[in-house]
T-cell receptor, first 113, second 114 residues
């Protein structure tokens, strides 16, 4: 399977804990994006990378959130001191850049208790 | 400020008929538009896109129409099939380097009735 993969698929954590998600993009794609989706809404942009450079961050990405793409391949999204409002589906996508589609992974569903 | 709007939360269509999903946008800088389909517990799947230099793009049963003056796009599915039942999102972007985020609507749930 050469699509975008995300791990874990589900994560349940207690408020105040740190969590880390991983995304592996389609191998030839140099762009990688993170989005967050809550119930009844469309995905909302969080941040994106071209190779290892983080080029844009949404104001949704508070100081508790950090994303990395150390070697321009896979990426991690870490949330520190999780809050119940962080409960959402976290989606990763990759592309060759605009104009062109972004291809999404299956997402990581986070539940903060 | 919702820059991309899908005003119909749901739509039901008979199998074999045409499904028409609508999307409006407010930002005149948007120049690239996409439609995605989403099943529960899965990520969005890319369906079709259109650049602002065109007003129509077709791919099999899917056609996207863009009316720039009205800031409106629509997705036509003909003929509709049971497997088309899903949530459909339109998305828009400004295709400049360094500004590649997609802005999504809130989705329309399409149900195909056998």
């Amino acid at each position: 399977d050469t699509g975008v993969s995300q791990n874990p698929r589900h994560k349940i954590t207690k408020r105040g804990q740190n969590v880390t998600f991983r995304c592996d993009p389609i191998s030839e794609h140099n762009r990688l994006y993170w989005y967050r989706q809550t119930l009844g809404q469309g995905p909302e942009f969080l941040t994106y990378f071209q190779n290892e450079a983080q080029l844009e961050k949404s104001r949704l990405l508070s100081d508790r959130f950090s994303a990395e793409r150390p070697k321009g391949s896979f990426s991690t999204l870490e949330i520190q001191r999780t809050e119940q409002g962080d409960s959402a589906m976290y989606l990763c996508a990759s592309s060759l850049g605009l104009p062109g589609p972004q291809y999404f992974g299956p997402g990581t569903r986070l539940l903060v208790l | 400020d919702q820059q991309v709007k899908q005003n119909s939360p749901s739509l039901s269509v008979q199998e074999g008929r045409i499904s028409i999903l609508n999307c409006d946008y407010t930002n005149s800088m948007f120049d690239y538009f996409l439609w995605y389909k989403k099943y529960p517990a899965e990520g969005p799947t890319f369906l079709i896109s259109i650049s602002s230099i065109k007003d129509k793009n077709e791919d099999g049963r899917f056609t996207v129409f863009l009316n720039k003056s009205a800031k409106h796009l629509s997705l036509h599915i003909v003929p509709s099939q049971p497997g088309d039942s899903a949530v459909y999102f339109c998305a828009a972007s400004i295709s400049n380097f360094g500004n590649e985020k997609l802005t999504f609507g809130t989705g329309t749930r399409l149900t195909i009735i056998p």
